[in-house]
T-cell receptor, first 117, second 113 residues
Framework: GNSVTQMEGPVTLSEEAFLTINCTYT??????LFWYVQYPGEGLQLLLK?????DKGSNKGFEATYRKETTSFHLEKGSVQVSDSAVYFC????????????????FGQGTILTVHP | DGGITQSPKYLFRKEGQNVTLSCEQN?????MYWYRQDPGQGLRLIYY???????QKGDIAEGYSVSREKKESFPLTVTSAQKNPTAFYLC????????????FGEGSRLTVL
């Protein structure tokens, strides 16, 4: 079956540091890949997505590239802020060759990020 | 504003009691989902519904039940058969068939006393 593995947390950084959160996946076919963010006490919000190999998703200074050869979708940000402190989830949705997704997402376990001033 | 509303935000239950969590959306989405979140385990799918009057079991459906009588509503009942019900429950809906993107409510935290 499909699975998503994220790097173990928690991750603690100083403001303006570089962030990488690793994500690898196992899936058949052509999954779509997502990063969601969860701020304290809230639900999840979509941060960015990529629907095919070599696509780069980006939003709010975060970016991730869909690497089919390494089955990875690592999240990066060049300079983190205190307001980026949250839990980050990598997820995949199965899709067909035409990019149609069935919407049944599989999530990684989440990575807690804390950024100190 | 369009969105997903979950209620109650916090709920306490005694062992042996059933409890129902509400999920309402005004986004006109066809598909709705219930996830359970436990520390260090990510999100696990309980039930999902692609269309009114139809729903399917997810990965951890035992001890839960749902209904989908209206497009806007997808309530989840946590029954007394659920052995470890204390968790954070998230409801979500899907924007379009070909994006996979989910929109989430703010969650309901259930604690069994």
């Amino acid at each position: 079956g499909n699975s998503v593995t994220q790097m173990e947390g928690p991750v603690t950084l100083s403001e303006e540091a570089f962030l990488t959160i690793n994500c690898t996946y196992t899936a058949t076919g052509y999954p779509s890949l997502f990063w969601y963010v969860q701020y304290p006490g809230e639900g999840l919000q979509l941060l960015l997505k990529a629907t095919k190999a070599d696509d780069k998703g980006s939003n709010k200074g975060f970016e991730a590239t869909y690497r089919k050869e390494t089955t990875s979708f690592h999240l990066e940000k060049g300079s983190v802020q205190v307001s980026d402190s949250a839990v980050y989830f990598c997820a995949l949705a199965p899709s067909n060759a035409g990019g149609t997704s069935y919407g049944k997402l599989t999530f990684g376990q989440g990575t807690i990020l804390t950024v100190h001033p | 504003d369009g969105g997903i509303t979950q209620s109650p935000k916090y709920l306490f239950r005694k062992e042996g009691q059933n409890v129902t969590l509400s999920c309402e959306q005004n986004l006109n989405h066809d598909a709705m989902y219930w996830y359970r979140q436990d520390p260090g385990q990510g999100l696990r799918l309980i039930y999902y519904s692609q269309i009114v009057n139809d729903f399917q079991k997810g990965d951890i459906a035992e001890g839960y039940s749902v209904s989908r009588e209206k497009k806007e509503s997808f309530p989840l009942t946590v029954t007394s058969a659920q052995k470890n019900p204390t968790a954070f429950y998230l409801c979500a809906s899907r924007l379009a068939p070909n994006t996979g993107e989910l929109f989430f409510g703010e969650g309901s935290r259930l604690t069994v006393l």
